[in-house]
C-alpha cells in the first residue's frame, strides 16, 4: 500500500478500514514526511469539522416559506383576475357597439328601397361614430381609459414591491 493518496486517508481518518488496512496505513504515514504532513492537515481539518456546530432554521422557517408561497399564489390570483374583469370590459364595450350597429341596421330595413335602406344605413352608422367620437363621449372614454391605467399602475406597482421583497429575503 505504497501509493496513499487522500481518499485512503480520508477512510482511515474516518475508521472505515479494517484492521490490516488501518496497521498499513499507519507505517506508510510513520515512514514519510510528506504523507505524515498530509495526514496532518486532513485531521486538523477533520477536527474542525467534527467540533463546528451546524445552523438550525428558526423555529418558523416552515411557516415562512409556507406564507411566502401562499401570498405569491394569492398574487398571480389577483392579476388574473385583473386581467379577466378588464378583457370583460373591453368585450361587454365592443358586444355594445355591435349590438348597436345591428340594432340600426334591422331598424333601417323597414325602408322598402334598396338605395336608400344603404343610405339610411350609412347615415345611422356614420352619425353613430361622430356621436360615440364627439367631444362628449371622448373625455368618457378617455376617463375610463385612465382609470384603468391607474388601476394597472397600482398593480404592477404592487406586484414589483412584492418580487423586491420575496427577493431581498
Known sequence: MNNIN???????????MNREEINQVKIVIENSAELKKKYEALLSANTLLKNMESDLPSVDFAKNVMGKIKSRKSTVHQQKYFLFTILSLFGLVLLGIIGYVFYEIISS????????????????????????????SLSIFGSVLSFIILISGYFLFDYQKHSKKYFSH
Open 6 to 16: 487522500d481518499e485512503i486517508l480520508n477512510k482511515y481518518l474516518d475508521d472505515e
Open 109 to 136: 330595413v323597414q325602408v322598402s328601397e334598396s338605395s336608400e335602406i344603404i343610405t339610411n344605413y350609412s347615415k345611422s352608422i356614420g352619425e353613430y361614430f361622430s356621436g360615440l367620437f364627439g367631444k362628449k
